[in-house]
């Protein structure tokens, strides 16, 4: 199995930016297909962006596009997430996930692997 560990989150002003790592161990980081996932307070834990094994394919959910873009570099196995003019509706703990799945997916459930998450609070 992989191990994820997540870091970058942080304080920052509305319309700031930052950027979250996401880094893996265990088994080979290109295997996997991976996503970013939130939660903020009270709410259910929401996709916000993925990307194929590879690196060519990628979705995003429609509250960050154009906002967002991830990335991943299999040689440090290493996933990022660089997140622009954020809104203090992005404030949420931030995950990293990694899929076996042939298929690049965006549902929560379909990912088999977790990191731990880290908190991103944006204030007005």
């Known amino acids: 199995q992989v191990q994820l560990v997540e870091s970058g989150g942080g304080l920052v002003q509305a319309g700031g930016s930052l950027r979250l790592s996401c880094a893996a161990s265990?088994?080979?980081?290109?295997?996997?297909?991976m996503g970013w996932f939130r939660q903020a307070p009270g709410m259910e834990r929401e996709f916000v962006a993925a990307?194929?094994?590879?690196?060519?394919?990628?979705y995003y959910a429609d509250s960050v596009k154009g906002r967002f873009t991830i990335s991943r570099d299999n040689a440090k196995d290493t996933l990022y997430l660089q997140m622009n003019s954020l809104k203090p509706e992005d404030t949420a703990v931030y995950y990293c996930a990694a899929d076996r799945s042939i298929a690049l997916v965006t549902t929560r459930n379909d990912y088999n692997y977790w990191g731990q998450g880290t908190q991103v609070t944006v204030s007005s």
């Open positions: 990307i194929s094994r590879s690196g060519s394919t990628t």
């Open positions: 265990g088994r080979t980081f290109s295997r996997y297909n």
